[in-house]
C-alpha cells in the first residue's frame, strides 16, 4: 500500500469518543466516530498531560494530529496531538465534570458544611497582597466593623502553581485553628484567570478545612 502520509501530516476529525482507555504510563487510547466510520486514535501522555478535561465515552470531540499506521493491526490511526470539546469550551466542560465528581463523593453535602459565626472576630484572608481584594475588603470592613483581627496569608491567585499555594495555605490554617472563619479570595478576570480556584486541590482542602 503506497500513501503519500505527508498530506495528513496536520488533520483535524470530528466525532463522538468511544472505546476510552487509559494506560498506566498515561497514554490514551480512544476511538472517534460519527455515523458513517470511525478512526482509532492515540494521544500519548507528552501532549494528554495538557488537557484541560478529562476525556470520556460520549464527548464530542475535535481532535488534532498525523495519520499513521497502526503496524501490529495493520489499522490506520491518528496521532493525536491536541483536542477540544465541540460546542463547550475546555475549561468550562473541566469545571462541570469536577463539580459532578466530588458532588457523587459527598463534598458538597449540607452535612459537611460548617456554620459560620455571626460575628466573627479573628479573619484570614487568602489572597495576593497586591491584588484590589484584600484593599475593597479592609475599606468594607473598615466602614462597617471594629475590633477586627485580619491576617493576609499571601498567595499567588492566578497562573501556574496558584492552586497548590491556595490549598496549602487552607491546610495551615486548618492546622493552626487560630481564626474565626477564611477568606479566600481576589479580584475580577477572565475564565482562565480564574481558573485556580476551580481546581481540584482547591476544593478538597477547602472540604478538609476545620475553619469555615
Known amino acids: 500500500i503506497n ?3 505527508f498530506r495528513y501530516n496536520d488533520i483535524s476529525v470530528e466525532g463522538e469518543v468511544s472505546n476510552y482507555t487509559r494506560s498506566a504510563a498515561g497514554h490514551i487510547y480512544f476511538s472517534i466516530k460519527d455515523a458513517k466510520a470511525q478512526l482509532r ?3 500519548f501522555a507528552t501532549n494528554a498531560r495538557f488537557l484541560k ?8 470531540l475535535i481532535v488534532r494530529g498525523r495519520l499513521s499506521i497502526y503496524e501490529a493491526k495493520g489499522d490506520f490511526q491518528l496521532n493525536a496531538v491536541s483536542a477540544e470539546p465541540v460546542g463547550l469550551g475546555a475549561l468550562q466542560l473541566a469545571f462541570e465534570q469536577l463539580k459532578k465528581r466530588l458532588a457523587e463523593e459527598g463534598l458538597f453535602d449540607a ?8 460575628l466573627p472576630q479573628k479573619i484570614a484572608v487568602v489572597s495576593s497582597p497586591t491584588g484590589p481584594a484584600p484593599r475593597d ?5 473598615g466602614r462597617r466593623s471594629e475590633g477586627l483581627s485580619l491576617q493576609i496569608y499571601p498567595v499567588r491567585v492566578q497562573g501556574a502553581g496558584a492552586a497548590q499555594e491556595i490549598a496549602t495555605a487552607l491546610r495551615h490554617l486548618s492546622r493552626w485553628e487560630m481564626h474565626d472563619v477564611v477568606l479566600i479570595c481576589r479580584g475580577g478576570g477572565s475564565l482562565e484567570d480564574l481558573w485556580p480556584f476551580n481546581e481540584e486541590v482547591v476544593a478538597r482542602a477547602i472540604a478538609a478545612c476545620t475553619v469555615p
Open 3 to 5: 500513501i503519500d502520509f
Open 41 to 43: 486514535v492515540v494521544l
Open 53 to 60: 478535561f478529562r476525556i470520556e465515552n460520549g464527548l464530542h
Open 111 to 118: 452535612a459537611r458544611k460548617k456554620p459560620i459565626p455571626m
Open 137 to 141: 475588603l479592609l475599606n468594607v470592613l
